[in-house]
Protein backbone atom coordinates (compact mmCIF):
# COMPACT_ATOMS: atom_id res chain seq x y z
CA UNK A 1 0.00 0.00 0.00
CA UNK A 2 1.21 3.46 -0.94
CA UNK A 3 2.73 5.54 1.55
CA UNK A 4 -0.07 8.36 2.22
CA UNK A 5 3.28 10.86 3.04
CA UNK A 6 5.19 9.84 -0.16
CA UNK A 7 1.82 10.38 -2.50
CA UNK A 8 1.86 13.71 -0.79
CA UNK A 9 5.17 14.60 -1.50
CA UNK A 10 4.79 13.05 -4.75
CA UNK A 11 2.63 16.00 -5.71
CA UNK A 12 5.50 18.56 -5.04
CA UNK A 13 8.03 17.19 -7.32
CA UNK A 14 9.23 20.13 -9.07
CA UNK A 15 9.45 20.23 -13.20
CA UNK A 16 10.66 23.37 -14.34
CA UNK A 17 10.34 24.17 -18.03
CA UNK A 18 13.63 27.15 -18.71
CA UNK A 19 13.81 30.09 -21.36
CA UNK A 20 17.45 30.60 -21.18
CA UNK A 21 18.00 33.82 -22.78
CA UNK A 22 20.35 35.68 -23.68
CA UNK A 23 18.60 38.90 -22.54
CA UNK A 24 16.13 37.15 -19.62
CA UNK A 25 15.62 33.95 -18.26
CA UNK A 26 12.15 32.56 -17.42
CA UNK A 27 11.19 29.46 -15.30
CA UNK A 28 7.89 27.98 -15.08
CA UNK A 29 7.28 26.06 -12.37
CA UNK A 30 4.39 23.04 -13.01
CA UNK A 31 1.61 24.28 -11.33
CA UNK A 32 2.82 27.38 -10.41
CA UNK A 33 3.17 28.84 -13.62
CA UNK A 34 6.12 32.13 -14.53
CA UNK A 35 7.46 32.28 -10.85
CA UNK A 36 10.90 34.00 -12.38
CA UNK A 37 11.26 36.72 -15.28
CA UNK A 38 14.97 38.13 -14.15
CA UNK A 39 17.88 39.64 -16.68
CA UNK A 40 20.54 37.00 -17.76
CA UNK A 41 22.77 39.41 -15.85
CA UNK A 42 25.48 37.98 -13.90
CA UNK A 43 28.07 40.80 -12.10
CA UNK A 44 31.29 38.91 -10.89
CA UNK A 45 34.51 39.71 -9.17
CA UNK A 46 37.22 40.49 -12.07
CA UNK A 47 39.64 38.37 -9.96
CA UNK A 48 38.14 35.52 -8.88
CA UNK A 49 35.23 34.91 -11.12
CA UNK A 50 33.21 34.75 -8.06
CA UNK A 51 29.37 35.81 -9.05
CA UNK A 52 28.48 38.67 -7.21
CA UNK A 53 24.77 39.28 -7.96
CA UNK A 54 22.43 37.52 -10.47
CA UNK A 55 19.47 38.19 -12.23
CA UNK A 56 18.11 41.89 -11.23
CA UNK A 57 20.38 43.03 -9.25
CA UNK A 58 23.41 42.35 -11.42
CA UNK A 59 20.90 44.26 -14.37
CA UNK A 60 20.76 47.38 -12.33
CA UNK A 61 25.09 47.39 -11.77
CA UNK A 62 25.28 47.16 -15.85
CA UNK A 63 27.74 50.34 -16.32
CA UNK A 64 27.88 51.44 -13.04
CA UNK A 65 30.51 49.12 -11.06
CA UNK A 66 33.80 49.64 -9.71
CA UNK A 67 36.79 48.56 -11.46
CA UNK A 68 36.98 45.71 -9.54
CA UNK A 69 33.92 44.10 -10.63
CA UNK A 70 32.09 43.62 -14.30
CA UNK A 71 28.45 42.88 -14.72
CA UNK A 72 28.36 40.26 -18.07
CA UNK A 73 25.86 38.24 -20.00
CA UNK A 74 27.12 34.89 -19.90
CA UNK A 75 24.98 33.79 -23.16
CA UNK A 76 25.77 35.59 -26.59
CA UNK A 77 23.32 35.14 -29.71
CA UNK A 78 21.55 32.40 -27.26
CA UNK A 79 24.75 30.33 -26.24
CA UNK A 80 26.52 29.61 -23.55
CA UNK A 81 29.55 31.81 -23.85
CA UNK A 82 30.70 31.52 -20.09
CA UNK A 83 30.45 27.87 -18.82
CA UNK A 84 30.88 28.34 -14.97
CA UNK A 85 29.18 31.53 -14.54
CA UNK A 86 25.81 30.18 -16.80
CA UNK A 87 25.99 27.26 -14.37
CA UNK A 88 25.84 29.39 -11.46
CA UNK A 89 23.13 31.37 -13.08
CA UNK A 90 21.11 28.61 -13.36
CA UNK A 91 21.88 27.18 -9.62
CA UNK A 92 20.45 30.38 -8.49
CA UNK A 93 17.16 30.17 -10.70
CA UNK A 94 16.80 26.55 -9.44
CA UNK A 95 17.15 27.13 -6.02
CA UNK A 96 14.61 30.63 -6.34
CA UNK A 97 12.52 27.93 -7.84
CA UNK A 98 12.51 25.74 -4.47
CA UNK A 99 12.29 28.57 -2.89
CA UNK A 100 8.49 29.07 -3.44
CA UNK A 101 7.61 25.32 -2.56
CA UNK A 102 6.51 25.45 1.08
CA UNK A 103 7.81 21.45 1.20
CA UNK A 104 11.70 20.13 0.99
CA UNK A 105 10.75 18.74 -3.08
CA UNK A 106 14.13 16.22 -4.64
CA UNK A 107 16.03 17.85 -7.27
CA UNK A 108 13.77 18.67 -10.35
CA UNK A 109 13.30 17.76 -13.82
CA UNK A 110 14.05 20.63 -16.59
CA UNK A 111 13.16 21.32 -19.75
CA UNK A 112 15.73 24.15 -21.39
CA UNK A 113 14.97 26.01 -24.64
CA UNK A 114 17.76 26.35 -27.09
CA UNK A 115 18.28 27.73 -30.74
CA UNK A 116 17.62 25.39 -33.35
CA UNK A 117 20.78 26.47 -34.95
CA UNK A 118 23.20 25.27 -32.37
CA UNK A 119 25.83 22.68 -32.60
CA UNK A 120 25.95 19.49 -30.90
CA UNK A 121 28.66 21.02 -28.60
CA UNK A 122 26.57 23.84 -27.41
CA UNK A 123 23.89 21.37 -26.87
CA UNK A 124 25.97 19.75 -24.28
CA UNK A 125 27.09 22.90 -22.74
CA UNK A 126 23.17 23.05 -22.13
CA UNK A 127 22.70 20.62 -20.91
CA UNK A 128 26.01 20.14 -18.56
CA UNK A 129 25.16 23.13 -17.36
CA UNK A 130 21.62 22.43 -16.44
CA UNK A 131 22.87 19.06 -14.64
CA UNK A 132 25.52 20.85 -12.86
CA UNK A 133 22.80 23.51 -11.74
CA UNK A 134 21.31 20.91 -9.64
CA UNK A 135 18.83 19.03 -12.15
CA UNK A 136 18.27 15.69 -11.31
CA UNK A 137 17.31 15.00 -15.75
CA UNK A 138 17.87 17.45 -18.22
CA UNK A 139 15.84 17.88 -21.91
CA UNK A 140 16.48 20.55 -24.43
CA UNK A 141 13.83 21.93 -26.62
CA UNK A 142 14.14 24.01 -29.81
CA UNK A 143 13.04 26.99 -28.73
CA UNK A 144 10.46 27.83 -31.61
CA UNK A 145 8.99 24.19 -31.24
CA UNK A 146 8.32 25.56 -27.67
CA UNK A 147 7.40 28.89 -29.15
CA UNK A 148 4.12 27.58 -30.64
CA UNK A 149 3.17 25.15 -28.24
CA UNK A 150 3.38 28.01 -25.53
CA UNK A 151 1.56 29.85 -28.34
CA UNK A 152 -1.45 27.17 -28.44
CA UNK A 153 -0.29 26.37 -32.05
CA UNK A 154 -2.27 23.12 -33.44
CA UNK A 155 1.84 21.24 -34.26
CA UNK A 156 0.54 18.19 -33.65
CA UNK A 157 -1.87 17.97 -36.36
CA UNK A 158 -1.48 17.52 -40.33
CA UNK A 159 -2.10 21.26 -40.93
CA UNK A 160 0.80 23.64 -41.38
CA UNK A 161 1.67 26.28 -38.32
CA UNK A 162 4.51 28.65 -38.32
CA UNK A 163 6.14 31.03 -35.84
CA UNK A 164 8.98 33.95 -35.73
CA UNK A 165 10.34 33.68 -32.24
CA UNK A 166 12.37 36.98 -31.85
CA UNK A 167 14.43 37.06 -28.76
CA UNK A 168 17.80 38.71 -27.08
CA UNK A 169 20.24 36.90 -29.61
CA UNK A 170 18.48 35.07 -32.36
CA UNK A 171 15.18 34.91 -34.32
CA UNK A 172 14.07 31.35 -34.87
CA UNK A 173 11.48 31.15 -38.06
CA UNK A 174 9.79 27.61 -38.28
CA UNK A 175 7.13 25.89 -40.18
CA UNK A 176 5.13 22.85 -38.62
CA UNK A 177 3.42 20.13 -39.37
CA UNK A 178 2.36 16.29 -37.44
CA UNK A 179 4.47 17.15 -34.51
CA UNK A 180 7.79 18.26 -36.43
CA UNK A 181 9.85 21.36 -37.46
CA UNK A 182 9.52 21.20 -41.51
CA UNK A 183 11.50 24.13 -42.45
CA UNK A 184 13.51 26.33 -39.92
CA UNK A 185 15.92 29.35 -40.17
CA UNK A 186 17.86 30.41 -37.14
CA UNK A 187 19.82 33.98 -37.57
CA UNK A 188 21.89 35.72 -34.87
CA UNK A 189 20.32 39.18 -35.45
CA UNK A 190 17.39 40.09 -33.22
CA UNK A 191 16.72 42.41 -29.92
CA UNK A 192 20.47 42.99 -29.28
CA UNK A 193 21.75 43.99 -33.16
CA UNK A 194 19.33 46.03 -32.34
CA UNK A 195 20.07 47.99 -29.62
CA UNK A 196 23.57 47.86 -31.25
CA UNK A 197 21.79 49.33 -34.24
CA UNK A 198 20.41 52.12 -32.60
CA UNK A 199 24.40 52.54 -30.44
CA UNK A 200 25.83 52.93 -33.94
CA UNK A 201 23.71 54.88 -35.36
CA UNK A 202 23.54 57.52 -32.30
CA UNK A 203 28.00 57.63 -32.66
CA UNK A 204 28.01 58.14 -36.29
CA UNK A 205 25.29 60.45 -36.94
CA UNK A 206 25.54 62.75 -33.54
CA UNK A 207 28.90 61.75 -31.90
CA UNK A 208 26.96 60.50 -28.75
CA UNK A 209 28.06 57.35 -26.81
CA UNK A 210 25.18 55.95 -25.29
CA UNK A 211 24.83 52.74 -23.00
CA UNK A 212 22.84 49.41 -23.84
CA UNK A 213 20.19 50.50 -21.27
CA UNK A 214 19.53 54.07 -23.03
CA UNK A 215 19.18 52.51 -26.62
CA UNK A 216 16.97 49.60 -25.32
CA UNK A 217 14.63 51.75 -23.80
CA UNK A 218 14.51 54.23 -27.27
CA UNK A 219 14.15 51.09 -28.93
CA UNK A 220 10.72 49.95 -27.20
CA UNK A 221 9.58 53.57 -26.27
CA UNK A 222 9.24 54.73 -30.42
CA UNK A 223 11.14 51.90 -32.36
CA UNK A 224 9.37 50.84 -35.21
CA UNK A 225 9.54 48.74 -38.27
CA UNK A 226 6.62 50.26 -40.19
CA UNK A 227 5.76 53.80 -40.25
CA UNK A 228 3.62 54.57 -36.85
CA UNK A 229 0.30 56.22 -37.06
CA UNK A 230 1.47 59.20 -35.37
CA UNK A 231 5.37 59.74 -35.11
CA UNK A 232 7.41 60.50 -31.69
CA UNK A 233 10.56 62.00 -30.61
CA UNK A 234 12.49 61.05 -27.22
CA UNK A 235 15.53 62.36 -26.20
CA UNK A 236 19.01 60.10 -26.10
CA UNK A 237 21.35 61.09 -23.53
CA UNK A 238 25.01 59.79 -23.50
CA UNK A 239 28.76 61.39 -23.82
CA UNK A 240 29.78 63.66 -26.91
CA UNK A 241 32.74 61.92 -28.31
CA UNK A 242 34.18 65.26 -29.65
CA UNK A 243 33.94 67.25 -26.42
CA UNK A 244 34.05 63.73 -23.92
CA UNK A 245 31.32 65.76 -21.67
CA UNK A 246 27.48 64.67 -21.24
CA UNK A 247 25.59 65.21 -24.23
CA UNK A 248 21.69 64.46 -25.63
CA UNK A 249 20.10 64.87 -28.67
CA UNK A 250 16.44 64.68 -29.64
CA UNK A 251 15.61 61.80 -32.08
CA UNK A 252 12.43 61.08 -33.98
CA UNK A 253 10.55 57.44 -34.60
CA UNK A 254 10.95 57.78 -37.91
CA UNK A 255 15.17 57.93 -37.71
CA UNK A 256 15.03 55.00 -35.09
CA UNK A 257 13.43 53.13 -37.79
CA UNK A 258 15.78 54.31 -40.33
CA UNK A 259 18.67 53.12 -37.72
CA UNK A 260 16.66 49.84 -37.46
CA UNK A 261 16.13 48.98 -41.11
CA UNK A 262 19.29 46.84 -41.35
CA UNK A 263 18.39 43.93 -38.57
CA UNK A 264 14.61 44.29 -39.64
CA UNK A 265 15.41 43.45 -42.87
CA UNK A 266 17.65 40.25 -42.34
CA UNK A 267 14.29 39.24 -40.24
CA UNK A 268 12.32 39.55 -43.20
CA UNK A 269 14.44 37.99 -45.24
CA UNK A 270 14.32 35.13 -42.77
CA UNK A 271 10.71 34.62 -42.94
CA UNK A 272 10.84 35.01 -46.84
CA UNK A 273 13.71 31.99 -47.45
CA UNK A 274 11.78 29.82 -44.82
CA UNK A 275 8.54 30.40 -46.78
CA UNK A 276 10.82 29.61 -50.00
CA UNK A 277 11.42 26.32 -48.77
CA UNK A 278 7.86 25.52 -47.56
CA UNK A 279 6.16 23.09 -49.50
CA UNK A 280 2.67 24.09 -51.45
CA UNK A 281 0.34 22.30 -49.51
CA UNK A 282 1.58 23.64 -46.29
CA UNK A 283 1.87 27.14 -47.77
CA UNK A 284 -1.91 26.86 -47.93
CA UNK A 285 -2.61 25.87 -44.82
CA UNK A 286 -0.63 29.37 -44.12
CA UNK A 287 -2.83 31.22 -46.23
CA UNK A 288 -5.81 30.57 -43.76
CA UNK A 289 -3.84 30.60 -40.54
CA UNK A 290 -1.28 33.21 -40.50
CA UNK A 291 2.12 33.72 -38.91
CA UNK A 292 2.60 33.46 -35.02
CA UNK A 293 5.02 35.96 -33.64
CA UNK A 294 6.67 35.12 -30.56
CA UNK A 295 9.46 36.30 -27.68
CA UNK A 296 10.36 40.22 -27.07
CA UNK A 297 11.50 41.37 -30.17
CA UNK A 298 7.99 40.35 -31.89
CA UNK A 299 6.62 43.66 -30.00
CA UNK A 300 8.74 45.79 -32.01
CA UNK A 301 6.21 48.50 -32.78
CA UNK A 302 4.69 47.77 -36.18
CA UNK A 303 6.82 44.34 -37.23
CA UNK A 304 4.08 42.43 -37.57
CA UNK A 305 2.47 44.75 -40.19
CA UNK A 306 5.78 45.02 -41.69
CA UNK A 307 6.30 41.03 -42.20
CA UNK A 308 2.61 41.12 -42.87
CA UNK A 309 2.67 43.88 -45.90
CA UNK A 310 5.83 41.76 -47.18
CA UNK A 311 4.28 38.54 -47.28
CA UNK A 312 1.24 39.01 -48.20
CA UNK A 313 0.39 36.91 -45.23
CA UNK A 314 -1.24 37.96 -41.64
CA UNK A 315 0.72 38.33 -39.03
CA UNK A 316 -0.52 38.14 -35.58
CA UNK A 317 1.67 38.47 -31.90
CA UNK A 318 1.26 35.39 -29.54
CA UNK A 319 -0.56 36.77 -26.52
CA UNK A 320 2.14 37.11 -24.01
CA UNK A 321 4.56 36.22 -26.38
CA UNK A 322 7.44 36.84 -24.11
CA UNK A 323 6.74 33.88 -21.91
CA UNK A 324 5.63 31.77 -24.92
CA UNK A 325 9.16 29.54 -25.04
CA UNK A 326 8.86 28.88 -20.97
CA UNK A 327 5.15 27.91 -21.09
CA UNK A 328 5.92 25.37 -23.99
CA UNK A 329 8.52 23.92 -21.80
CA UNK A 330 6.22 23.84 -19.26
CA UNK A 331 3.48 22.13 -21.02
CA UNK A 332 6.19 19.23 -22.88
CA UNK A 333 6.63 18.82 -18.75
CA UNK A 334 3.44 18.07 -17.89
CA UNK A 335 2.97 15.01 -20.71
CA UNK A 336 6.55 14.12 -21.00
CA UNK A 337 6.28 10.58 -21.79
CA UNK A 338 3.76 11.46 -24.87
CA UNK A 339 5.94 14.58 -25.68
CA UNK A 340 9.20 13.52 -25.75
CA UNK A 341 8.32 10.84 -28.55
CA UNK A 342 6.86 13.47 -31.69
CA UNK A 343 8.86 16.42 -31.08
CA UNK A 344 11.35 16.08 -32.85
CA UNK A 345 14.04 18.52 -31.44
CA UNK A 346 13.43 17.61 -27.87
CA UNK A 347 16.24 15.46 -26.55
CA UNK A 348 17.14 13.97 -23.17
CA UNK A 349 20.45 14.89 -22.64
CA UNK A 350 21.10 11.76 -19.91
CA UNK A 351 20.88 9.73 -23.48
CA UNK A 352 23.82 11.70 -24.94
CA UNK A 353 26.57 10.64 -22.85
Known amino acids: MLNPLNALL ?41 PLAIGQQAREMV ?8 AIRPLRDGVISEFEITEAMLQYFIHKAHDHMWVRVPRPRVVVGIPSGVTEVEKRAVYDATISAGAREAYLIEE ?32 FALGGIVVSRSIRVAGD ?7 QYAR ?54 EALSGSVNAIVDAVKETLDETPPELVSDLMESGICMAGGGSLL ?8 DEVKLRVWVAEDSMTCVARGAGTVLE ?3 NLHKVLVGLQRGSTQH
Do not use: C, H
Open 204 to 257: SKYNLLIGERMAERVKIAIGSAFPLPEEKTMTLRGRNMITGLPGSVEVSSIEIR
Open 63 to 70: GRTPANIV
Open 301 to 308: QGLAERIA
Open 335 to 337: DLD
Open 144 to 175: PMAAAIGAGLPIIEPRGSMVIDIGGGTTEVAV
Open 10 to 50: GLFSLDIGIDLGTATTLVNVRGKGIIINEPSWVAIDKKTRR
Open 193 to 199: EMDEDIM
